[in-house]
């Protein structure tokens, strides 16, 4: 029996977070999650769309004059069993975004991704709990198989210090960019400018090889 998957969206829009902001990519929503973010804003219950692999792939690779394929949700190593079929069959680079916990479904198909943007999953943002061993698990996956990994962090002015000084350890201990991004109320930044220049200068001070940038797509008000 064929593998099939439960797909929210495929679309072609800007890529607005991380260090390649402002690429064209062509966006597929997986639907499912291991996780609970409190500021998850994607209704995944309805509006789904079921593919195989050859069905999805010929969807995608109708799509010429973009940059990448990013892998988004939802959680995509979900569904590792189904990427293993259907990423061989996509015409173009990958791009993995993660929650940056599943390090053993990563190992599966490792090979088969390019860029993995993942997240680290702040307790005082997310309310998922201290996840920093499975990010530090996945890290080490991704770097042991010569990926290309950066991650980005969504925080509000509720982070504490001791979130900051495990995120940047594991910057230093990795050489891993690390992208700020300011929790989103709608298409507004949650937090005042103050609280999030404070933020980025606890990390600045600490490593230089952070950045601080907003979901750039949101002022753009594309998807």
């Known amino acids: 029996m ?6 929210k969206e495929i679309f072609e829009s800007i890529q607005g977070e991380g260090p390649y902001i402002g690429y064209n990519q062509l966006f597929i929503r997986f639907s499912k999650c291991n996780l609970h973010c409190s ?4 209704d995944f ?3 789904l769309t079921e593919y195989t692999a050859e069905e999805l792939a ?3 690779n109708k799509y010429k004059n973009i940059h990448s394929v990013s892998l988004t949700g939802g959680e995509p190593l979900l569904e590792f069993e189904f990427l293993k079929d259907f990423l061989p069959l996509v015409n173009n680079k990958i791009y993995l975004e993660t929650n940056g916990t599943l390090y053993a479904e990563l190992n599966q198909i490792i090979n088969l991704v390019d860029i ?3 997240d680290i999953k702040l307790n005082s943002a997310s ?4 996840l920093f061993k499975l990010h530090e698990k996945f890290i080490q996956t991704a770097i042991e198989s010569e990926k290309e990994i950066f991650a980005k962090v969504v925080f509000d002015e509720n982070i504490t210090d001791k979130e900051i000084e495990k995120t940047v350890n594991l910057a230093e201990k990795y050489n891993l960019q690390i992208i700020l991004q300011p929790m989103m109320n709608g298409n507004i930044i949650s937090a005042n400018l ?3 220049i404070n933020v980025f200068d606890k990390f600045a001070v600490k490593n230089k090889n952070v950045r601080l940038i907003p979901q750039v797509h949101k002022f753009l008000n594309v998807r």
Do not use: A, P, W
Request: hydrophobic share 30%; charged share 25%; proline share 0%.
């Open 45 to 47: 219950s309805s509006n």
């Open 2 to 7: 064929q593998k099939k998957v439960l797909i």
């Open 194 to 196: 103050r609280d999030i």
């Open 58 to 60: 010929f969807e995608v």
């Open 127 to 130: 309310h998922n709990g201290d």
């Open 116 to 118: 993995i943007s993942m």
């Open 39 to 42: 500021y998850c804003d994607t």
